[in-house]
């Protein structure tokens, strides 16, 4: 994949595969455009705003930067421009592509749109949907997993620690499985290549909070201890 930046209007940039997307538009970021075309399938909740869309074919994944926390409340979706090349959505496509290029099941990266503002921006991503896939989340809501299916999502969260991967928000709902049962990793924001090894660590212990957490949420949710002992089995073994 060949990655292109073009300035595509005052103040405005996009970076995008252009096999994918040739001739790269502002509209092409705008889920009123869509709308427009009948073309949004559907949305996902969460901090930023995340729809689906269907230009021909394929189904695209078109994902708003939004803040969380407090800050959010103040700037909801403006950042500090400190260069392009910083920018969360470029960094995120960036690594995308390179995570791609190592072989690991991270979506595949299309194209990221800045829109600079004074000393702010905006920024939305877009990448290909994984197919017949579903968040982790949603799939123990459903029915419990096997002592495979947890060594599996062990050994791929090892894959991305080896190659120094950190994934800042690892959590039950950055985790896709799709029909195979493959697992993949989503949503990179803030996330990239780190040296040594105690965050790994801490990695995996934010993920079992997050099923702590949501266990306790729910009156069926299809997850216990004796599940991730079989995911650090998984992940030992790698």
Same mark, same amino acid.
């Given at each position: 994949?060949?990655?292109?930046? #073009?300035? $595509?209007?005052?103040? @405005?940039?996009?970076?995008?595969?252009? @096999?994918? %997307?040739?001739?790269?538009?502002?509209?092409?970021?705008?889920?009123?455009?869509?709308?427009?075309?009948?073309?949004?399938?559907?949305?996902?909740?969460?901090?930023? /705003?995340?729809?689906?869309?269907?230009?021909?074919?394929?189904?695209?994944?078109?994902?708003?930067?939004?803040?969380?926390?407090?800050?959010?409340?103040?700037?909801?979706? #403006?950042?500090?421009?400190? *260069?392009?090349?910083?920018?969360?959505?470029?960094? =995120?496509?960036?690594?995308?592509?390179?995570?791609?290029? %190592?072989?690991?099941?991270?979506? /595949?990266? $299309?194209? &990221?749109?800045?829109?600079?503002?004074?000393?702010?921006?905006?920024?939305?991503?877009? /990448?290909?949907?994984?197919?017949?896939? =579903?968040?982790?989340?949603?799939?123990?809501?459903?029915?419990?997993?096997?002592?495979?299916?947890? =060594?599996?999502?062990?050994?791929? +969260?090892?894959?991305?620690?080896?190659?120094?991967?950190?994934?800042?928000?690892?959590?039950?709902?950055? +985790?896709?499985?799709?029909?195979?049962? @493959? &697992?993949?990793?989503?949503?990179?924001?803030?996330?990239?290549?780190?040296?040594?090894? @105690?965050?790994?660590?801490?990695?995996? &212990?934010?993920?079992?909070?997050?099923?702590?957490?949501?266990? *306790?949420?729910?009156?069926?949710?299809?997850?216990? =201890?004796?599940?991730? #002992?079989?995911?650090?089995?998984?992940?030992?073994? /790698?």
């Amino acid at each position: 994949m060949t990655i292109k930046h #073009q300035q $595509i209007g005052h103040r @405005q940039y996009v970076l995008f595969d252009h @096999q994918i %997307m040739p001739r790269p538009e502002k509209a092409f970021f705008s889920v009123r455009h869509w709308q427009q075309q009948n073309k949004v399938i559907g949305s996902a909740q969460g901090r930023g /705003t995340t729809v689906f869309i269907k230009p021909l074919n394929d189904i695209w994944v078109l994902r708003h930067f939004r803040r969380g926390g407090m800050i959010g409340k103040l700037l909801a979706d #403006q950042y500090f421009f400190t *260069g392009l090349s910083r920018t969360r959505a470029f960094a =995120e496509l960036r690594l995308l592509k390179s995570m791609r290029a %190592m072989g690991l099941p991270v979506p /595949t990266p $299309i194209a &990221a749109y800045i829109s600079k503002c004074g000393i702010f921006y905006r920024a939305d991503l877009v /990448t290909r949907l994984i197919p017949n896939s =579903e968040d982790l989340h949603s799939v123990l809501c459903q029915r419990p997993l096997s002592a495979q299916e947890w =060594e599996h999502i062990g050994a791929t +969260i090892a894959r991305f620690h080896v190659a120094q991967i950190y994934h800042h928000d690892l959590n039950v709902r950055n +985790i896709m499985l799709d029909d195979k049962h @493959q &697992a993949w990793l989503i949503d990179f924001d803030r996330c990239g290549k780190r040296s040594g090894s @105690q965050w790994k660590q801490d990695n995996l &212990a934010r993920l079992q909070r997050s099923l702590v957490k949501e266990r *306790g949420k729910h009156t069926h949710f299809y997850w216990n =201890e004796d599940n991730w #002992q079989s995911l650090l089995r998984g992940y030992n073994q /790698t």
